[in-house]
């Protein structure tokens, strides 16, 4: 089976702080994402990567950045914690390629104070 | 334009009664269509896929799913809900090549005993 792991499910970080949302899989996908999610918004792409070193800007990137230094993980990174960014944060991961599938990993649910 | 519309934010149904949750989606080419399962604080499991071939498609915990061109329409359904079937549902079209996929708002569903 498909693994996509967050590093945490549950985050409590102060505002101004750096944060680092951390996503490992483990089938070698080439396709990575990072979603937030809110209640009535359901899930909006943050940033996807489809190769190492490779990003794209996904519907709202402003605030975050992304790094991909290994096919397996992708990492989400808050440059400066704000409380509007309390959320779900998902990571997910598919291959390229015909008939494929988004895996998702458990979510990180993000507190920002 | 992608996107996809679940006009239903919630839905409560009697256990043992038959559901149904719509999706409408607007995509370009061939949709690829999808249909996730989200428990509280969990991240997203995949219920069914739609890639071509047979518009009716199984999928697991019961639920099967309807492609219906003209209509733009994927709608889900279960013939007997089960207490355990309350959770969100998100809708889903994927891009051919796994690096995109755009999700509805999500519909949450309410089972009363």
């Known amino acids: 089976d498909v693994k996509v792991t967050q590093s945490s499910r549950y985050l409590v970080k102060r505002t101004g702080e750096k944060v680092f949302l951390e996503c490992v899989q483990d089938?070698?996908?080439?396709?990575m994402f990072w979603y937030r999610q809110d209640p009535g918004l359901g899930l909006r792409l943050i940033y996807f990567?489809?190769?190492?070193?490779?990003?794209e800007k996904g519907d709202i990137p402003e605030g975050y950045s992304v790094s991909r230094e290994k096919k397996e993980r992708f990492s989400l990174i808050l440059e400066s914690a704000s409380t509007n960014q309390t959320s779900m944060y998902l990571c997910?991961?598919?291959?390229?390629?015909?008939?494929?599938?988004?895996?998702f990993g458990q979510g990180t649910r993000l507190t920002v104070v | 334009a992608q996107s996809v519309t679940q006009p239903d934010i919630h839905i409560t149904v009697s256990e043992g009664a038959s559901l149904e949750l719509r999706c409408n989606y607007s995509?370009?080419?061939?949709?690829?269509l999808f249909w996730y399962v989200q428990s509280p604080g969990q991240g997203l499991q995949l219920l069914l896929k739609?890639?071509?071939?047979?518009?009716l498609v199984q999928g697991i915990k019961g639920f099967e799913a309807e492609f219906k061109r003209s209509q733009s329409s994927f709608n889900l359904r279960k013939p007997s809900v089960h207490w355990s079937d309350a959770a969100e549902y998100f809708c889903?079209?994927?891009?051919?090549?796994?690096?995109?996929?755009?999700f509805g708002t999500g519909t949450s569903l309410t089972v009363i005993p």
């Open positions: 990567s489809y190769d190492v070193k490779m990003k």
């Open positions: 997910a991961s598919a291959t390229t390629g015909s008939n494929t599938e988004a895996f």
């Open positions: 739609y890639f071509s071939g047979d518009t």
């Open positions: 995509y370009g080419a061939t949709p690829y």
């Open positions: 089938m070698d996908h080439e396709n």
């Open positions: 889903a079209v994927g891009a051919p090549h796994g690096n995109q996929f755009y």
